[in-house]
Each structure stands twice: as C-alpha cells, then as structure tokens.
C-alpha cells in the first residue's frame, strides 16, 4: 500500500490534495456524462489504495464531486497529482483507464484528457499507452 496521503503533511494541505486527487478521478468519470456506480467504486479503491483514509472517504468523495463540478479545468486537481510518487502516478494513471473503459467504449474527450494528463504529469508516452492497452484487454 502506498502511503502517500498519510505522509506527514500540514493536516489541511493533506485533506486537499486528497480531494482533489479525488476530483481528477471524478473528473474523468464524468467527462462522458454518465458517472456510474462502477466507476465510484474505482474512485473509491483508487483512493484507499493510495492510502486515503476508509472512515472519511465518503465525506471526500462528497467534497471531491463538488470541487470537481465547480472547477472549469483541471490544472487544479493535477497540481496535487504532480506530487505523488511515479508507482503512485501509474497507479492513478490506470485507474483513470479502468475509469475510461468501464463502459467499453472510449471517446474523444476521455482520449484528449488522458493524452493532457500524460503531459501535466511528466509521464512517459509509451507506459502510459502500455497501461492503457493492459487495461483495454480485461
């Protein structure tokens, strides 16, 4: 398990960049306008996997949905996901794929936030593409 939320952190820098982790992974659940209970259960995992805290994890997705619906970018929620370790940033990296081919079918605009976020997150093209056809092929 990663711990990467529960280094030791200002408490209130740390309840932040957990939400809006949250909100990169929420944001790519709804970009096809169809948030499903599949993928906030991947929200969910992805979170506790990166070792968010399972007893306030409802009240962060609560927190993180908002964020999500009142932000116009995602220039926000990347900031904090620059953070994160590499293993931590394949981590969500694959869950943003799981997230995107959930429904089986990937469009336009889940394609162009994964190709931003590869970038934003100085990540290699060819893992990225890597992980995306492991999780295309479950």
Do not use: C, P
């Not at 030791?8 to 990169?24: Q, T």
């Not at 990166?50 to 306030?56: K, P, Q, V």
């Not at 934003?120 to 295309?136: A, H, N, R, T």
Request: hydrophobic share 40%; proline share 0%; glycine share 2%.
């Amino acid at each position: 398990m990663f711990n990467f939320f529960k280094k030791e952190k200002n408490s209130k820098e740390n309840k932040i960049s957990i939400i809006y982790i949250a909100s990169l992974l929420i944001h790519a659940s709804k970009i096809d306008e169809n948030y499903t209970e599949k993928e906030k259960k991947i929200v969910k995992e992805t979170l506790l996997q990166l070792g968010a805290n399972e007893d306030s994890l409802e009240e962060i997705i609560k927190q993180a949905e908002i964020a999500e619906k009142d932000s116009n970018q995602i220039l926000e929620f990347t900031k904090y996901a620059k953070n994160l370790s590499e293993s931590e940033k394949l981590i969500l990296i694959e869950a943003l794929w799981t997230i995107i081919y959930s429904d089986r079918n990937v469009d336009i605009y889940e394609s162009n936030l994964m190709r931003r976020l590869t970038g934003l997150l100085y990540l290699d093209k060819k893992l990225v593409g890597d992980i995306k056809e492991k999780i295309k092929k479950r």
